[in-house]
């Protein structure tokens, strides 16, 4: 993985590890990031996802509704957090360079003092409880591989669950990932989970090696 020297990398050299920051500026690490996901949700749930049936839809559903739901986000932030919510910006630290097109985030957290260091989102359809091929696979090429999330220790993956249950689902993650997810102790009565890994670090790079998937799946059929 060889970086391309771009603007933002001149205007920025330094990065801070993203959870890093938010401790230091006592804004709480990760949590707080995650407590706007989920307030976010809720007001999708009520806004959008009330007025709509999910199963009908089969054209760009996953793009579809991530754009729909990260303007939720950034609804329920005070305007005051150390950092912005972006829908899909691009991460340029390992990017190849042309002809290829920099990896691009579905949503992101995005540091106000340095634009460069993002907190990611990835976004899968679940069609069934089962359908988690493709959504075990996006951790492993992505992220446990430093091609997504390069500056934070923790990032997160949405599943957008059509049909099914959650439990289920965490079930299937495990046995498939071969994973162990616990739990997350502050969104117990969420669809929250969490799996801990170490990732390959490209040679050169200081990036974290140690790394926080949260699984955290989102039903588009509400009652």
């Not at 793009?63 to 305007?79: A, H, S, Y």
């Not at 540091?111 to 075990?136: C, G, N, Q």
Request: proline share 7%; net charge negative.
């Amino acid at each position: 993985m060889v970086a391309r020297q771009i603007y933002s990398g001149r205007r920025w050299p330094d990065t801070p590890e993203f959870n890093a920051v938010l401790h230091s500026l006592k804004a709480g690490g990760s949590v707080v990031l995650l407590e706007l996901v989920w307030k976010g949700y809720d007001r999708f749930c009520a806004e959008t996802l009330s007025q709509i049936d999910c199963s009908k839809e089969d054209g760009d559903l996953e793009r579809d509704i991530t754009q729909l739901f990260e303007p939720k986000i950034r609804e329920v932030m005070t305007g005051y957090e150390p950092f912005y919510v972006q829908h899909e910006p691009y991460e340029h630290e390992s990017w190849l360079g042309p002809p290829a097109q920099p990896p691009q985030y579905d949503i992101a957290f995005v540091l106000d003092s340095h634009p460069r260091v993002m907190w990611p989102l990835e976004a899968k359809v679940l069609r069934t409880s089962s359908s988690v091929a493709d959504y075990i696979n996006e951790i492993k090429s992505n992220f446990l591989t430093c091609r997504y999330s390069p500056f934070s220790s923790e990032a997160a993956m949405l599943g957008y669950l059509l049909s099914g249950d959650s439990n289920t689902v965490f079930r299937n993650i495990e046995d498939k990932g071969r994973w162990k997810l616990s739990p997350h102790a502050h969104f117990p009565n969420r669809d929250h989970r969490t799996s801990d890994h170490g990732r390959k670090i490209p040679e050169g790079k200081s990036y974290p090696i140690k790394f926080r998937c949260h699984h955290i799946v989102l039903l588009l059929q509400i009652s």
